[in-house]
């Protein structure tokens, strides 16, 4: 939607991500409970916004790793030449029953599962920055040549939007505060250095993709298929880097899987200790100190949404709730007492406008139906709480 712009676009997503990002260090690192905004809604704002938030972070991260089953799924298939909707869908449930299980086991065995993840896909991407670069090169003049300017403003902020998602992984440092030991120099230390590493790796994946094909060709590749970046592989390298692409963007999406269980899970194990969700899902397991019953009922909500089978859909609905629930994580930094501040307020201020402003240039159907879902769940909890003090 935002042919060359998408690289600015990347850049602008980074500097918003930032400012989320270190607002959520410094709460994490006043308040380290399992839960993120959901905890640091209810302790520095109110009831209502702690829920607001819990509820948008299950939203949106639910869909995000549907999302996730449904890429890992693709590329999966894509390197036996299976392109069925109903093979896609049917893998996509298969990965999120593995990772639950996964997950489900603890937070060591998670821990080397996604060191393991981690390695192969930071291994594939940098080669495919790095034997893509020359070609990059060789066809910028042509390729990059509307960068600043190839998309109106509307395309280019819900372009930003999009790719806001793609940052929101730090999140997940947050919501396990009281599993991490000095939170208060680890937690700060491991988001600001996962957004550096992110932003430098996908600009240079972006630079790359649409410099050595063309905005037009990559968009008729994500289009056609489900692994567009192997396809760009293809145009500049021999068998062997698609192939390891392929492998990276497997393990891509099984580290955005496991990450997202992980977080999912904490923040509905805080909400059932809070009577915000089932109280049943606030148990833990004494031999894991894993809260099993909270990442069964995570993997069930993911499993029911990867049936929609739509990349596009739960993407961009996720770009909706996930913008409203950090808009919330700077609300809360603002409130901040002076003593337990880290950082500027100017930052918070900077992020809670930029996630407001860039949350309605999603589509409007997306919007409009994440808006409902906050209202329901508002509406719900407010009837609940009703009921419990009858």
Known sequence: MAGPSVIPAIAVAAALATCNGLSSAQLAAAHPVSGGTYEYGHRFLSPAFGFAAGWMFLCAKSASAATAALGLSGYALDVFGVTRGEARVALGLAAVAAITALVA??????????????????????????AGAPAAAGRAGTTL????????PRAFLEAAALMFVAYTG????????????????????AIVATLAISAVLYLGVAVVAVGAVGAGELARLTAGTAAPLEGAARSFAGPVLPRLLAAGAITAMAGVLLNLVLGLSRVLLAMARRGDAPRGLARIVPATGSPRAAVLAVGAVIALLALAGDVR?????????????YA???LAALRLPAVQRLYPRAIAAAGLAGCL???????????????????AGLAGRAVARARRTR
Do not use: H, Q
């Not at 060191?115 to 920055?129: E, R, W």
């Not at 040549?145 to 109106?152: E, L, M, T, Y």
């Open 105 to 130: 086991g603890g937070m060591s065995r998670s821990n080397r599962a996604n060191a393991a993840i981690v390695s192969v896909t930071l291994l594939a991407l940098a080669t495919f920055v790095a």
């Open 145 to 152: 040549s509307g960068i600043a300017g190839s998309a109106g």
């Open 170 to 189: 730090y999140g997940r440092i947050a919501t396990l505060g009281e599993e991490v030991r000095e939170p208060r120099r680890t937690i700060p230390r």
């Open 313 to 325: 859909a739960t993407w961009s609905f996720s770009a909706f709730t996930v913008l409203v629930y």
């Open 328 to 330: 919330i994580t700077n």
């Open 357 to 375: 402003g860039l949350a309605w240039f999603v589509e409007p159907r997306f919007w409009l139906a994440g808006t409902g879902l906050l209202v």
